[in-house]
């Protein structure tokens, strides 16, 4: 009984974490609302996934897989549970004020976020199989400021994060097949704050700029994949697009004690940004007991992107991308305690190209990984290094992810 | 300086008398009209009322609350007539919602002078003068009658937002677009004047840089030019060809600075387009809107040599100083542009006034200073700022109408660039040490 409950305790205190929740996977810049590191983001791939270039669409570690391709829950043991949790590290360069004309900097800045990625229990019953997930896949942090000289002071900051809640079930068809498809409900929040103040002897002027959005939208997502062989597993997916919308509010507000001035300039309105279609297909071929390949590529439709904030649509030139990974795993076979366990290597590569058009920006990143895997415990530990081209800043980002999985035994 | 100022302002007070048979700025007043013959049998011309105009048997009248009650004392019929006059401030403003609340985006004010070229078909005509860097276009609003046609009409030029986050100054002019096409059928003053003229309306001159005013950091100033050594922006109002780049004081060549002047003049597409504009018309007059200061500037900027023509522009601008003084005393000082604040090169004013002498004005808008709100206007403001306002705009058009300049072109000096600095320093007294460049 303890080792029934043991997945549903810890899907439960994934919950509880990711309201705290906002590492994900690196890179990124250039709008407000773009998420820290990529705007490719699909799910919350768990270490394994991130130490193989991010390949997640032909081959599951966990539950959440099923954010990528519900159809590979039918690949998963009988009762598995996992929890990612994350530090991620990423430069910036233009954001908001900074570097488009009001602070410049030394160097690039960059801002390092650590949290719980998410987690979630896949069960499977005969031919079929269900999952709940919880992840933190977006995260809209930025470099804060904090600059004072004499009686000036300006700060900036922005804070903000996406969660995903995830069901999803899957069955097992003839001739290897296997279909899958997944509800999610999206919600988050998105905050900045500007101050500036200017004091002299004679007056005081502070200024404060304020905008809150918060958001939620909901989409599905459906997967298919085919074991053609022993070896060979071929996946596809495709997630549906929609719509992030939600209550925005704006403050702009003026502050001069000497001349009792406090002027207010408030603002509500209802915010939207449309999501694009991503369709993903993949490859995963187990050369041998102890070596495998895995290959992805995803395709995100951002020319279909818009927004409107504050009733205005914002300007964004986007085209469509093709994000591509890959990676080789070995698996050395090894006994701890006198059991039989695996420790797993991992090398991958990855391109995830970005879709604004005014800059064309990718970014290249090598993943390794290794872990211990035991009977019914995984343990994987996972490390994506990207460096970025086209901006003509070096853009770096990297991040660390460690995953536990449960597995229940047979 | 404050003698000068007080004295300035003594000046316009006297143009009102002389423009309009004088008395006493009322405060908070309203615009009255009293029948001719009750003005004369109740003797009002000796109860202070300040006397704006006589049309159509009817007098017009600026009274403070004191005095209407004092009209209704002595049994004189008379009209409010202040919300004919502001009828388009205040009210309708499409511009309603977003961060900037009732200040318009570039988008809004698309919107708003497209429904205004379209509900007045005839008399106003949008064009698209240039694109800027970021692909917005700058707009110009024409107002005459038969606006379509190209008549060689008398023109002049109301221009805001040189600077993007002198938000009233897109107001103003927008403003008062609204009011003549609005009150076309309804004043005779307004007709007369839109049917003697063009009047050219250019609410946002720097739309990018408004943008990124609106959207990311309140005290932008400049357009959104990348500049070669990181920073961005051009100071468009230092990018004018006129005595562009005369000195390091009225102008930087300090990329990221403030002022920074551009690598040549009109080199950004915002004065390309005003520059284009200005050139296929014959403009007689102009305001360049800005905010903050209640002040109203002249040529010269770049020197404090007094302008060729500068008992001309004083006599002007202390007129409209009076008008805007006569509508609830609000006090706009008057004077050359480099005396009065600082210096100034390469400044839209300077440019259109060398042309052919041009009475070319910077109209710095309310409020006074930084402790009244400095960049910052209350939204409830915008009404009252454009109605302070509007009388000396219908004035400087009567006056460019009236008022043919020498045939062109006329060169107010030998050169394009003239010589070098004067030895004297400016007088920046009216500038507080910590104030921003406006």
Same mark, same amino acid.
Request: proline share 6%.
């Given at each position: 009984m303890k080792r029934i409950l043991f997945p549903f305790a810890l899907l439960a205190g994934c919950l509880v974490l990711c309201s705290a929740a906002s590492a994900q996977l690196v890179l990124g810049q250039? @709008?407000? @609302? =773009?998420?820290?590191?990529?705007? +490719?983001?699909l799910g919350s791939p768990p270490a394994p996934s991130v130490g193989l270039g991010g390949a997640q669409f032909a081959r599951?570690?966990?539950? &959440?897989a099923s954010l990528a391709n519900? =159809?590979?829950?039918? &690949?998963? =043991?009988?009762l598995t549970a996992g929890l990612s949790a994350s530090y991620s590290g990423a430069s910036m360069f233009k954001y908001s004020l900074v570097n488009t004309g009001v602070v410049e900097t030394i160097g690039t800045p960059s801002v390092a976020v650590i949290g719980v990625d998410g987690g979630g229990v896949a069960a499977r019953l005969g031919p079929w199989a269900v999952a709940l997930v919880a992840v933190a896949p977006e995260s809209y942090v930025r470099p804060s400021i904090a600059f004072s000289d004499g009686g000036y002071q300006l700060n900036f900051d922005q804070t903000g994060y996406l969660r995903v809640f995830h069901a999803g079930i899957a069955r097992r068809l003839p001739a290897g097949w296997s279909v899958g498809l997944g509800l999610n409900y999206a919600a988050g929040r998105l905050d900045r704050t500007t101050f500036e103040r200017s004091a002299s002897v004679a007056s005081t002027v502070t200024i404060t700029d304020d905008k809150a959005e918060r958001f939620h939208g909901f989409y599905i997502n459906a997967g298919l994949t085919w074991? =053609?062989?022993?070896?060979l597993t071929a996946g596809l997916s495709v997630r549906s697009p929609y719509v992030k919308k939600g209550t925005a509010e704006s403050l702009l507000r003026y502050e001069a004690l000497a001349g009792g001035t406090d002027i207010r300039i408030a603002a509500e309105a209802v915010n939207s940004f449309h999501q694009p279609w991503v369709f993903g297909i993949g490859l995963s071929y187990r050369l041998t007991e102890a070596w495998g390949l895995v290959a992805d590529a995803a395709y995100f439709d951002w020319s279909r992107y818009s927004g409107t904030s504050f009733d205005e649509p914002l300007d964004r030139a986007f085209r469509n991308v093709l994000r591509a990974g890959a990676g080789v795993e070995y698996l050395a076979p090894a006994r701890m305690y006198g059991r039989t366990a695996r420790i797993p290597f991992r090398l991958g590569l990855s391109s995830d190209p970005q879709p604004m058009t005014t800059v064309h920006s990718s970014y290249l990143a090598l993943t390794f990984g290794t872990g211990l895997e035991l009977k019914s415990l995984a343990v994987d530990i996972s490390g994506c290094f990207g460096r970025e081209k086209g &901006?003509? +800043?070096s853009l770096r980002a990297g991040k660390i992810v460690l995953s536990v999985r449960y597995i229940a035994p047979k | 300086m404050r003698p000068i100022k007080l004295a300035a302002f003594g000046l316009a007070a006297a143009a009102v008398v002389l423009l309009a048979c004088g008395g006493r700025a009322a405060e908070d007043g309203q615009i009255v009209s009293v029948a001719a013959r009750d003005f004369a049998s109740a003797h009002l $011309?000796?109860?202070g009322l300040d006397l704006l105009m006589e049309k159509n048997g009817r007098i017009y009248l600026v009274a403070s609350p004191g005095q209407i009650a004092a009209l209704a004392a002595l049994h004189v019929a008379y009209d409010i007539e202040t919300p004919r006059f502001v009828?388009?401030?205040?009210? #309708?403003?499409?511009?309603?919602?977003?961060? *900037? #609340?009732?200040y318009h985006s570039t988008l809004e004010l698309e919107t708003d002078l497209r429904t205004l070229e379209r509900d007045h078909p005839g008399l106003a005509s949008l064009a698209e003068i240039g694109e800027t860097l970021e692909k917005r276009k700058i707009y110009a609003l024409k107002i005459s009658d *038969?606006?379509?046609?190209?008549?060689g009409e008398p023109a002049v030029l109301f221009a805001g937002c040189?600077?993007?986050?002198?938000?009233i100054s897109v107001e103003v002019p927008f403003l008062f677009g609204k009011y003549l096409l609005e009150n076309y059928a309804l004043s005779q003053e307004v007709r007369d004047l839109v049917d003697a003229s063009e009047i050219w309306i250019?609410?946002?001159? *720097?739309p990018d840089g408004l943008e990124y005013s609106i *959207?990311? /950091?309140? /005290?932008w100033r400049k357009n959104r030019r990348a500049n070669a050594d990181g920073t961005y922006g051009v100071d468009i109002n230092r990018n004018y060809g006129y005595a562009w780049g005369f000195d390091d004081l009225g102008s930087s060549r300090q990329q990221g600075s403030d002022v920074y002047r551009g690598t040549g003049p009109f080199s950004e597409p915002e004065t390309a387009a005003i520059r284009g504009l200005f050139l296929a018309h014959d403009f007689r007059a102009m305001i360049s809107f800005h905010s903050f200061a209640q002040d109203i500037l002249g040529p010269w900027g770049y020197t404090t040599d007094a302008a060729p023509t500068d008992a001309e522009l004083e006599a002007v601008a202390g007129t409209m100083a009076g008008l805007i003084a006569a509508v609830r005393g609000t006090v706009y000082l008057y004077g050359q542009g480099s005396r009065l604040l600082y210096l100034t090169n390469g400044d839209a004013v300077d440019w259109t006034y060398s042309?052919?002498?041009?009475?070319?004005y910077t109209i710095e808008l309310s409020p006074v200073d930084i402790d009244h709100g400095g960049f910052f206007n209350d939204e409830a403001a915008i009404g009252a700022i454009f109605e302070e306002t509007l009388p000396a705009m219908l004035y400087l058009t009567r006056y460019g109408i009236d008022h043919p300049l020498p045939v062109?072109?006329?060169?107010?000096?030998?050169?394009e660039q003239p010589g070098p600095p004067p030895a004297r320093k400016p007088k920046?007294?009216?500038?507080?040490? $910590?104030a921003p460049v406006r």
């Open positions: 250039y @709008e407000d @609302e =773009a998420p820290l590191g990529t705007w +490719n983001i599951a570690w966990d539950a &959440s519900p =159809a590979l829950l039918t &690949s998963l =043991a009988r074991e =053609a062989t022993g070896r &901006s003509g +800043n | $011309s000796r109860k009828q388009a401030a205040g009210q #309708g403003l499409s511009a309603d919602g977003g961060v *900037n #609340g009732a *038969n606006a379509a046609v190209d008549e040189h600077h993007a986050r002198e938000w250019v609410p946002i001159a *720097n *959207n990311v /950091y309140r /005290y042309l052919a002498g041009a009475p070319s062109r072109p006329r060169r107010l000096v030998r050169r920046l007294a009216a500038v507080p040490s $910590s």
